[in-house]
């Protein structure tokens, strides 16, 4: 089976590297039988890929994931997105009682208090409802490109999931960003309104800033990480079980407007 689903991966992105976007599209869905689902996080690459989706009309489910933590900027490209391709794309959300527990120990930003917690919060925000998103999917199809981060620089056009059991398939995964950018341009494709105030890569509001100029693509992502450190545990090549409580979190720092208010409220008590 293993072995089958990595040759199987390996003959689709030798075929899918000669063709652009829809034709990389079309091949996936005439030579895998069976569910195929993108997860779009509504990012720049994702609008890409949703548009040529769309205008495929092909099998392919859009879904997403809705952490509950979004920015409101992300919630209205997605209304808008819906709108203009007449689609809907199926919200899979945190289950409730996970989301309760965490919030009860952690604390509401509890996830900055280690990589530890952090991934706890990602975990059940994202991965959990991700594994039921791909629950019996044959591909899983994404907008990651090798360009956006040295985690993701061998980032191949297709490749075996081998713990889900599924084939993984990155059709930008050699584009630029120069490219995509064009390319949304060119198409009149709806794209998140943060990406031109200095966020090339938006998740979560509060694990989420705006980049300066020189810095990776995703130096904004969970920015008091260790950059080895910076995935949400939906993209990881191995499980990152190795982090212990406490490890490898850099202080992580407030804003400067929190601090001097907490100072205020002292001064009137
Ligand atoms: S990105 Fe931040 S808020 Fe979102 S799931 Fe991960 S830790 Fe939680």
Known sequence: MTAALVRAAG???????????????????????????????????DQALTHALALNKGRTEIVTLDTGRLFPETYDVWAETEAA?????RAYAP???A?????????????????????ACCGFRKVE???????????????????????RADTPLAEADEGRGLIKVNPLADWTRAQIDAFVRENFIPYNALHDRGFPSIGCAPCTRAVKVGEDERAGR???EQESKKEC????????????????????????????????RRELV
């Open 11 to 45: 003959d689709l992105a030798s075929e899918m590297a000669g063709l652009d976007l829809r034709g990389r599209i079309r091949l996936v869905e005439d030579r895998i039988p069976g569910r195929l689902v993108f997860t779009t996080s509504l990012g720049i690459e």
């Open 233 to 264: 545990g939906l993209h990881l090549h191995r499980p990152e079980a190795d982090v212990a409580p406490g490890q490898e979190a850099a202080a992580f720092e407030e804003p400067a407007s929190a601090a001097t208010s907490r100072e205020q």
């Open 222 to 224: 969970w920015w008091w």
């Open 85 to 89: 391709y007449g689609i809907r794309i």
């Open 95 to 97: 289950e409730r009682v």
């Open 129 to 151: 409802p991700l594994g039921r998103a791909l629950d019996g999917a044959a591909a899983w199809f994404t907008g990651l490109r090798a360009g956006q981060s040295a985690n």
């Open 99 to 119: 989301e309760e527990e965490f919030v009860a120990r952690e604390g509401i930003n509890g996830f900055r208090h280690s990589v530890a917690a952090r991934q």
